[in-house]
C-alpha cells in the first residue's frame, strides 16, 4: 500500500507520544513492504535548538527506516505549526494520491475534510481530546475542537486509544470509532552511569516524572506534594516544555524550594534509558492523558508506577500498579509516602511490569490491526 502519515511534529524525534507512535508504525509498515511517507513540520525540535537533528535540519525529503520523510512548510509559531504543517502537508499528499492518509491528533485534522473531497481514503487517530488541554487559549481550543469534528465526520475511520474517549466520541457525535491502542516492547534495564555522573543519581534512589512539562501534567503539584515529604530519595522531573514556558517557569521555581528535586531538561538516547532503568518509582499525576507512552515505557523498563485515576492510565496499568484520585494532593501524599516506606510491595509490582505490559500491549498487533483497517478489513 502506499501510505502517508501527517499531523506528528517530525520522525525521528521524541518530542511527544505521538511521534514514538508515528515512528513506530511508519517504519514497521516500510519494513513489511508498503510505501510509507510522513510528512515533517520543519522546525526547531520543541524542547531546543540544541536537540536538532535531520528530522530539524532538513529542507530536502530523505529516507529514514524505509520511510521517505519530506518536510513542509511550517510556520513555527505557537499554535500554528500544527495548522499550516497539515494544510501545507495535505496538498502535497492530494498530488501524490496514496492509498490512505492517517492523520494523527484532533489539529491536524482540520485539512482532512479536503482529502475527504478528492475522494482518498482518511484515517484519524485521536491522541486525546486536545481542546481540553490547559495551554490553549480560546482559539485554539475552537480550532481543535473543529478538527475533531471533522475527524468524527470526514474521516473513513477514526482510532482512538482509550475506551473513554471511544464512549465520549459516540455520545457526542453518535460516531462510531476503532479502538486500537498504542503498543511497547520489553525495554533493556541499564546501569546507571551518566545519570550519576550529572546528578548523582543511583540505582532505586529517586522517583520518577518523565515527559512534557505541561499544566495536564500535573508536574506542579508533584513537586509541591514531594516537598512535603520526609525522604532521602530524590524527585527527578525529567522533560521540555512545550507552548507551556510560563507553566515551566512555575515548577522550576518550585524546584529551586527543595535540593532533592533535580529537573534534567529533556533527555534522550542512554540518559533517558538509565533513567528509566534506576527508579525507585515512576510517578504519573496527569489530569488529562490520550494514552500516555511514558507510562507504557515505564513499565516495559520494569518500574513501579504511581499513576491518577483517569481512565486513560488506569485502564493500561488495571491492579498492575498504584493510582492516586485526580487531583487530590492528600491521596497523592499518603499512595506516594506509602510506596516509599514499604520496599517489598514496590519490589513485586517492579517484578511483573514488564511481563504485564509487554502481553498486553503489542506494536505488531497494532500494525496488523492498522493496515486491516487501511484497507477496510478491519472487524468491528
Excluded at 523498563?301 to 498492575?320: F, R, W
Amino acid at each position: 500500500m502506499r501510505i502517508a502519515f501527517i499531523g506528528h511534529k517530525r520522525i525521528p524525534s521524541r518530542e511527544g507520544g505521538i511521534e514514538i507512535v508515528v515512528d513506530e508504525l511508519a517504519t514497521r509498515m516500510a519494513a513489511a513492504g508498503n510505501q510509507v511517507v510522513a510528512y515533517n513540520r520543519k522546525g526547531h525540535n520543541v524542547a531546543g535548538a540544541e536537540f536538532d537533528n535531520e528530522s530539524n535540519t532538513s529542507d530536502a525529503p530523505y529516507i529514514y527506516r524505509g520511510v521517505r520523510v519530506v518536510p513542509v512548510r511550517t510556520i513555527d509559531a505557537k499554535g500554528l505549526a500544527a495548522l499550516s504543517s497539515s494544510f501545507f502537508a495535505t496538498l502535497k499528499v492530494i498530488k501524490a494520491r496514496p492509498d490512505v492518509i492517517h492523520y494523527h491528533a484532533e489539529g491536524p485534522c482540520v485539512p482532512l475534510r479536503l482529502a475527504h473531497w478528492f475522494g482518498i481514503r482518511t484515517v484519524a487517530t485521536i491522541h486525546g481530546l486536545d481542546w481540553q488541554r490547559a495551554k490553549w487559549g480560546r482559539f485554539a481550543s475552537a480550532y481543535l475542537k473543529f478538527g475533531e469534528r471533522t475527524a468524527a465526520k470526514c474521516a473513513d475511520e477514526v482510532i482512538v486509544l482509550s475506551r473513554n474517549v471511544q464512549r465520549y466520541f459516540r455520545e457526542t457525535y453518535g460516531r462510531e470509532t476503532r479502538f486500537i491502542p498504542n503498543g511497547i516492547e520489553r525495554a533493556k534495564a541499564v546501569p546507571a552511569g551518566e545519570i550519576t555522573r550529572k546528578w548523582g543519581l543511583r540505582k532505586d534512589g529517586y522517583v520518577l516524572f518523565l515527559g512534557r512539562i505541561v499544566p495536564e501534567k500535573g508536574v506542579k503539584y508533584l513537586v509541591d506534594v514531594f516537598r512535603g515529604i520526609d525522604t532521602d530519595l530524590k524527585l527527578v522531573i525529567a522533560g521540555g516544555s512545550s507552548d507551556s514556558s510560563e507553566y515551566y517557569q512555575s515548577v522550576k521555581d518550585a524546584a529551586a524550594l527543595d535540593d532533592r528535586v533535580v529537573m534534567t531538561g529533556f533527555v534522550e538516547g542512554e540518559t533517558l534509558a538509565e533513567l528509566y532503568s534506576n527508579a525507585y518509582v515512576y510517578v504519573l499525576p496527569s489530569d488529562l492523558e490520550g494514552m500516555p507512552m511514558s507510562l507504557l515505557e515505564a513499565m516495559s523498563y520494569g518500574n513501579c508506577c504511581l499513576t491518577s485515576d483517569i481512565p486513560e492510565c488506569a485502564e493500561v496499568v488495571g491492579d498492575h500498579a498504584v493510582t492516586f484520585r485526580k487531583g487530590d494532593l492528600d491521596d497523592l501524599k499518603a499512595k506516594l509516602s506509602g510506596l516509599l516506606a514499604d520496599p517489598s510491595r514496590v519490589a513485586e509490582f517492579k517484578a511483573g511490569a514488564a511481563d504485564y505490559i509487554t502481553a498486553k500491549y503489542s506494536w505488531d498487533d497494532v500494525v496488523k490491526r492498522t493496515l486491516e483497517l487501511y484497507r477496510g478489513e478491519e472487524e468491528k
